[in-house]
């Protein structure tokens, strides 16, 4: 376990629900290097993908959403990783949960959270699914279609409502929601008045300007739109809304403090005094995505002239779904743990264009083109950071590569 964590924190997520009773090692902010070369030294014979989770990360995440955004209370986005460690550390840490599914919420449940900290922000669900909610107390849902108000009316009457509405602008999103989800402006007052025709109560406003969100400007339009709506509903007569739903969208980094600086604008222009109003928000990548690192096992290579081909144990088709589905841009670097271990990094080697494979027997497996590389040879390893998000989460077992073994290992950094 290392020294004894003096970061208020440490106490509080070693012994969160999914994190107590495992192994979690303290490493130094430079130390994931090391700790990754000490799991290798253990798989001389398996040699399997891992990951390794970093708490720390994790902890510093939830400070910076604490100090930037003060009023936004975080739902943390299960389907963007619902690995145990990560959702037990983002509860004990004070962290809400967006849920989509009967599944998530089990998860959630299971670790011991209370169903009032769960917004289930499906705005299409499957009745079986609404019916659980409703049993196990999950009282707050996204609607966006008449159709969804008669089964919510049907299963789960008592249930409170958020309309989610399309976001005016999502161009600057990396994968765009509008197409899907949100109610148009001239569908708005119709569907409350559905809602209100049901004796459904529509609490407040729901939006989401896409994930992995560029321009912070869209929240400003958004949460102008969301403004209109709850006027919309003092003159319809309706209970005066009381929640405010900005959704996700966020990146760690600086394109974070501009969106925190837009959204504190926008809702001091449009909600400068909105009594009670609670303003909460569904960030996944930003918990996730950083928190995160893959190392890779190199199982095969080619030379072809001057370009290198490389196989790795994972691929497309596993962690690196994400470079289809959330066009993701990936990087990673070696550690050449049997081809050169008097300079484990490779730092100073000459560099080749290389391509690097996933292991299926798929073509489109390809992970990496073009990337410059020094010389590696079969067994030495390829590090991916940033894989926390849409990664693990979304791959398959496709040609018996089953994502969902690839083993987590837990680490600490910044909390002694």
């Known amino acids: 376990m290392g020294s004894i964590p003096k970061n208020p924190h440490a106490g509080v997520v070693l012994g969160a629900p999914g994190v107590k009773g495992k192994m979690v090692t303290t490493i130094s902010q430079n130390g994931l290097t090391e700790f990754m070369l000490s799991i290798i030294s253990k798989k001389q014979e398996t040699k399997e993908p891992f990951y390794v989770l970093d708490l720390g990360e994790v902890t510093a995440l939830m400070d910076k959403w604490t100090m930037a955004l003060p009023m936004v209370r975080p739902f943390y986005a299960v ?3 619902p690995d145990p460690a990560l959702l037990g550390s983002l509860a004990a840490l ?3 949960f967006d849920c989509a599914s009967r599944a998530e919420i089990e998860s959630v449940l ?18 079986s699914h609404i019916k659980y909610a409703a049993s196990v107390g999950v009282n707050l849902t996204t609607f966006d279609s008449k159709e969804e108000l008669d089964k919510i009316r049907k299963w789960h009457s008592k249930c409170a409502l958020l309309i989610r509405i399309k976001a005016p602008d999502d161009s600057g999103a990396r994968c765009p929601l509008g197409p899907k989800y949100g109610a148009l402006p001239e569908e708005v007052t119709p569907l409350l008045q559905a809602a ?7 609490v407040g406003v729901s939006f989401h300007i896409g994930s992995g969100a560029t321009h912070a400007r869209a929240y400003k339009g958004a949460i102008a739109s969301a403004k209109s709506v709850f006027e919309a509903a ?7 809304m009381k929640i405010l739903n900005i959704g996700g969208g966020f990146t760690a980094g600086s394109q974070f403090d501009e969106a925190a600086t837009a959204i504190k604008s926008a809702l001091q222009t449009y909600f400068p005094n909105e009594p009670g109003l609670t303003v909460i928000s569904e960030p996944g990548r930003f918990f996730a995505e950083s928190a ?7 199982i095969g290579k080619r030379v072809r002239g001057d370009l290198r081909e490389y196989w790795i144990n994972d691929g497309i088709y596993g962690s690196m ?5 959330d066009h993701a841009t990936i990087t990673c670097t ?3 743990c049997n081809s050169n271990r008097a300079n484990l990094t490779c730092k100073g080697l000459r560099a080749y264009s290389s391509t690097v494979f996933g292991p299926t027997c798929d073509a489109l497996d390809t992970v990496l083109t073009g990337h410059q590389l020094p010389e590696l040879q079969i067994n030495d390893w390829l590090v991916f950071p940033n894989m926390g998000a849409y990664t693990a989460a979304a791959g398959s077992s496709f040609n018996g590569f089953n994502t969902a073994a690839i083993l987590t290992h837990l680490a600490s950094s910044n909390m002694n």
């Open 79 to 81: 389907k963007c990783n």
């Open 94 to 96: 004070g962290s809400n």
């Open 234 to 240: 003092v003159r319809l007569g309706m209970p005066r």
């Open 196 to 202: 209100q025709t049901a004796r459904l109560n529509v």
């Open 292 to 298: 995160f690192t893959l190392a890779t096992n190199i």
């Open 110 to 127: 299971s670790l011991g959270v209370s169903p009032n900290r769960i917004v289930y922000a499906n705005p299409c669900k499957q009745e």
């Open 321 to 325: 779904n994400c470079i289809l589905y």
């Open 334 to 336: 070696p550690l050449a």
